[in-house]
């Protein structure tokens, strides 16, 4: 069961391993709370470029989570995504790993930004499309005023 929570993330640094497409769409969720994070990975998606955060083109090693606050792990192996996840235990490091809910001590909602109102939808990682159709209906509800802020 997950708890919802807004984490303070002000001057924290959050760490992002993998570079794939998958990275590359949390990352810019990510960036619309902060601009302070590292990335690393051997390669990177088209578009990381974009985007605010340091990109390390190297393969993951454990001393990357040094000071880390927050990691998410988003790479296609499974044996170093576990093997992150491990170590971030060790280190007492709050940990998501992509697409495999067994292994996160946080997931991200569906959300919706604008301004100050951050709205985060979730279905317990059980249904992320139900979550995202409810956000998505929420923001409709707000842009057409039906509903105000």
């Known amino acids: 069961m997950f708890l919802?929570?807004?984490?303070?993330?002000?001057d924290k640094k959050i760490v992002l391993v993998g570079g794939g497409k998958?990275?590359?769409?949390?990352?810019?969720?990510?960036?619309?709370f902060t601009d302070n994070a590292v990335v690393i990975a051997p390669e990177f998606h088209t578009g990381f470029d974009s985007l605010p955060f340091e990109l390390k083109r190297k393969a993951y090693e454990p001393d990357d989570l040094n000071s880390a606050f927050l990691v998410y792990v988003c790479t296609d192996n499974e044996a170093l995504n576990a093997a992150?996840?491990?170590?971030?235990?060790?280190?007492?490091?709050?940990?998501?790993?992509?697409?495999?809910?067994?292994?996160c001590d946080f997931i991200s909602p569906a959300i919706y930004k604008d301004g100050n109102l951050?709205?985060?939808?979730s279905s317990n990682a059980q249904n992320?499309?139900?979550?995202?159709?409810?956000?998505?209906?929420?923001?409709?509800?707000?842009t057409k005023g039906v509903i105000e802020p």
């Open 128 to 142: 992320v499309r139900q979550s995202i159709r409810v956000r998505d209906r929420i923001k409709e509800l707000l």
């Open 84 to 103: 992150v996840k491990t170590e971030c235990e060790r280190r007492r490091i709050l940990t998501s790993v992509c697409d495999n809910p067994s292994l």
């Open 4 to 10: 919802p929570v807004s984490i303070n993330i002000t």
């Open 22 to 32: 998958t990275a590359f769409h949390k990352a810019t969720v990510l960036h619309r």
């Open 118 to 121: 951050s709205i985060a939808v």
